[in-house]
Nanobody
């Protein structure tokens, strides 16, 4: 049974850092695309960062220069290092993965919800001012 388990969320003051981890298990095929999304109440889930099996990364403009996504293929784990956190980064963060690239990946860069079939349960990140 495919499973994504997030960890590392919590509360931090503005300007602080957090590192999220997402461990993938139960997949019989290689994961080619993994990403982090976030969602606040009443809002749509938005793509934060993605990474593919070749190590290519993509970021939402709002987090460029502050967040870094990385992948440990041996551990099947994706990380999101979040620095210089702002109150507007407060959200539930979700890990997403898929065994294939979406047909639109060249244009959408792995930052759309519809590009993923597997999701974690989410972890809360709260940034106070």
């Amino acid at each position: 049974q495919e499973h994504l388990e997030e960890s590392g969320g919590g509360s931090v003051q503005s300007g602080g850092s957090l590192r999220l981890s997402c461990s993938a298990s139960g997949f019989t095929d290689r994961l080619h695309l993994m990403a982090w999304f976030r969602q606040t109440p009443g809002e749509e889930r938005e793509g934060v960062a993605s990474i593919d099996s070749a190590g290519t990364t993509n970021y939402a403009d709002s987090v460029k220069g502050r967040f870094t996504i990385s992948l440990d293929n041996a551990k099947n784990t994706v990380y999101l290092q979040m620095n210089s956190l702002k109150p507007e980064d407060t959200a539930v963060y979700y890990c997403a993965a898929d065994i294939a690239y979406s047909a639109s990946y060249y244009y959408t860069r792995g930052l759309l919800v519809r590009e993923y079939n597997y999701w974690g349960q989410g972890t809360q990140v709260t940034v106070s001012s």
